[in-house]
């Protein structure tokens, strides 16, 4: 970790790539407070944790997690890390999502991390990937587009 | 058709639809079937303000519309091939048109567009309630006779594949 300029920046490290700005973020979401939501970090990166609950169930009989579940998680940590390289004040607006399902979803924790594809002026395009027990075992991954916050009258 | 394979698929329909109803996650975000004619599911979600996509915002978190579009697009599935046997989503492609908001209850209507005894082709629409304009589409890929257990409700009798 490279050292803060602790004099210009009282309070949490507001930077991108730093689990406590990721987790300021979450918090600000009523829906990820709801599926309890955590920013993780080690020091490959940070990621976001989805805590394992009956509520996200999705089929009861193999137990397996609800799609859209994965799709929430896959949706709002695209926009954390979107927001967190864009740095503007409102989240940027999620125009589409391609998600693939390549496992079952156990009904343990899971985790997801990401990784922005392009960063443009105005758009986004974030790769998010999915995993449980290994991170090299992943079990859906999807692509999310983001119209970024501009100021009003700004096209 | 005969009367029995009549009554087999109706029967086929409706355990789906009563599975659907009993999905955990469903019932956390308050989705409901309101009908299934022919082929075309109907499922109606009311936003909750806990579903909102950032504090002081209005517009519901699109993963609540995502979760929406998986379950419509799913019994969907059941309603085309009025069969029970166990199905897996291998993608599903979410357009995101507009903010959806917690003032009116959004009604997902989703349709296959193609079925082959693997596969399984569903098309999305969400509209909020009285809007014919949708709010969003999903397209859908579901695989089919994947292996598992066959559906089953707490109400229903199990079912032996």
């Known amino acids: ?155 | 058709m005969t009367e029995s394979h009549e009554k087999r698929h109706s029967n086929a329909v409706m355990t789906a639809w009563q599975f659907t109803q009993e999905v955990p996650h469903g019932q956390d975000l308050g989705m409901q079937v309101v009908s299934v004619n022919g082929g075309e599911v109907c499922m109606r979600l009311m936003p909750q303000s806990w579903m909102i996509a950032d504090d002081g915002a209005k517009e519901i978190c699109t993963g609540v519309l995502y979760s929406l579009a998986d379950s419509a697009s799913g019994l969907a599935v059941f309603a085309e091939a009025r069969e029970l046997t166990p199905i897996a989503t291998l993608d599903l492609r979410m357009d995101y048109f507009r903010s959806a908001t917690t003032e009116r209850a959004l009604l997902a209507v989703a349709a296959c567009r193609y079925l082959t005894d693997e596969i399984a082709f569903i098309h999305c629409n969400i509209f909020p309630e009285g809007d014919k304009q949708p709010v969003a589409a999903g397209s859908a890929t579901f695989m089919r006779n994947t292996r598992g257990q066959r559906f089953q409700t707490t109400l229903g009798q199990k079912r032996e594949a």
């Open chain 1, 1 to 155: 970790m490279s050292q803060r300029i602790d004099s210009l920046q009282p309070g949490p490290d507001l930077r991108e790539g730093n689990n406590e700005y990721w987790q300021t973020l979450l918090e600000r979401i009523p829906y990820a407070r709801h599926l309890g939501l955590q920013a993780q970090q080690d020091s490959s990166g940070v990621w976001v944790h989805l805590p394992y609950q009956k509520s996200l169930i999705g089929n009861f009989m193999l137990p397996a997690l609800h799609g859209g579940v994965l799709g929430a998680l896959i949706e709002i940590t695209a926009r954390i890390a979107a927001h967190g390289k864009g740095a503007q004040a409102s989240y940027p607006r999620i125009l589409d999502s391609n998600i693939n399902y390549l496992r079952s979803a156990q009904a343990r924790s899971t985790f997801a991390s990401a990784e922005v594809v392009r960063q443009g002026r105005r758009t986004s395009l974030v790769q998010v990937n999915c995993w449980q027990r290994e991170r090299s075992v992943l079990i859906a991954s999807g692509r999310v587009q983001l119209l970024l916050a501009t100021t009003a009258g700004n096209q």
